[in-house]
């Protein structure tokens, strides 16, 4: 029971990090998935005064589901054909960082599902640095990668992930397909 529960542990530790990009993919989205409910903020709000700019209200029908969902948009929207990429957070960090945050994926405005399948934080392993549409289709994003001795400012790695957005008869569905790490 005890190793079990340490396991239990160790998989958790691994998936709050940038673990996740380190083993063979598993799945996490699925097609006619709705978007995932904001966690209550860890630190202060979005919204907090002393962040001014840090949230944007929604301007489309994606980004109404994912402001519904309790969460609240920031950056900049990436859009190519039918295909949208939003950022949005749950909380931030003492110097109005995203924390809690995540990548959404819609495919003609039905959710696709997310970039990673864990809550990502900046300044932490498996942090979201960048996203690019490659095609309506295609979707490459870059995550930074931290060890123990590296400065918060400075990751000593990234890890670029490919995805593919497939069409499935119950909607849409991201698919992670390669990793590569440098």
């Not at 990436?78 to 749950?90: C, E, I, K, S, Y």
């Not at 995805?163 to 569905?173: F, K, L, M, N, Q």
Request: glycine share 8%; with cysteine.
């Amino acid at each position: 029971m005890l190793v079990a529960t340490l396991l239990l542990a160790a998989q958790e530790a691994c998936a709050q990090s940038g673990g996740w990009l380190d083993r063979p993919f598993t799945n996490w989205n699925q097609a006619g998935d709705h978007v995932p409910k904001a966690p209550a903020p860890k630190a202060d709000a979005p919204g907090d005064p002393r962040c001014p700019g840090a949230v944007r209200p929604p301007a489309t029908a994606a980004e109404l589901a994912v402001a519904e969902a309790g969460w609240s948009l920031y950056g900049t929207v990436r859009h190519r054909g039918g295909t949208t990429v939003l950022l949005a957070q749950a909380s931030v960090d003492g110097m109005c960082r995203p924390w809690d945050y995540q990548a959404f994926v819609f495919a003609k405005g039905a959710f696709a599902g997310t970039l990673s399948p864990v809550l990502m934080d900046s300044r932490t392993d498996g942090a979201l640095s960048d996203v690019r549409l490659l095609s309506q289709t295609s979707i490459e994003a870059t995550f930074l990668r931290y060890v123990d001795a590296d400065p918060l400012c400075c990751p000593s790695r990234v890890s670029t992930v490919r995805y593919r957005v497939e069409r499935r008869p119950d909607g849409p569905a991201v698919a992670p397909l390669s990793v590569h790490s440098r």
